[in-house]
């Protein structure tokens, strides 16, 4: 099983990025783990355009066997008890490959969100999407240690 994170532009901040590989690295003690980024529209056009051109380039990138995650505010929230329950349904439920994906600024547009399989909620806030990243691997490292039964959750 391998788990991908899709996402709209790569982390500028340095410290998002050395985060984000931290958590890639610890995860990939239980599995493998790859984040991929799609290049993000430029802002200067409406928030409509931005999103319908960055939705091409990411169902592009979201292969068809694939269990599609979109994150979004409006999606279901759920406690890390909840998220590793989840994430051990996925991973039993035979080999298709589970894609998380995160929007940049402006969101993910409507054909993104229908093409998903589930909507997950980090926050009911709007997050960044570096640090929604960021939230993201920690939750599903922090789900790993919770079915292992490792000290890592408190």
């Known amino acids: 099983m391998k788990i991908k994170i899709l996402l709209v532009g790569k982390p500028a901040h340095p410290h998002y990025a050395g ?17 991929e980024s799609v290049p993000a529209q ?23 066997r694939e269990w599609c995650v979109a994150l979004d505010r409006s999606g279901a929230c759920w406690d890390s008890e909840q998220l590793a329950k989840r994430l051990n349904g996925w991973l039993q439920n035979g080999p298709r490959p589970l894609c998380f994906v995160i929007g940049g600024p402006m969101g993910l547009d409507e054909r993104v969100l229908q093409r998903a399989d589930e909507k997950l909620a980090l926050s009911t806030f709007t997050l960044a999407h570096e640090l929604a990243l960021v939230v993201l691997l920690e939750q599903l490292y922090r789900a790993f240690t919770i079915l292992r039964g490792e000290k890592y959750h408190k």
Do not use: F, N, T, W
């Open 42 to 64: 430029k802002l200067d056009q409406p928030a409509g355009h931005v999103r319908s051109q960055e939705a091409q380039r990411l169902l592009a990138r979201i292969e068809a």
């Open 19 to 35: 985060l984000a590989q931290e958590y890639c690295r610890r995860i990939g003690h239980y599995l493998d783990i790859d984040v």
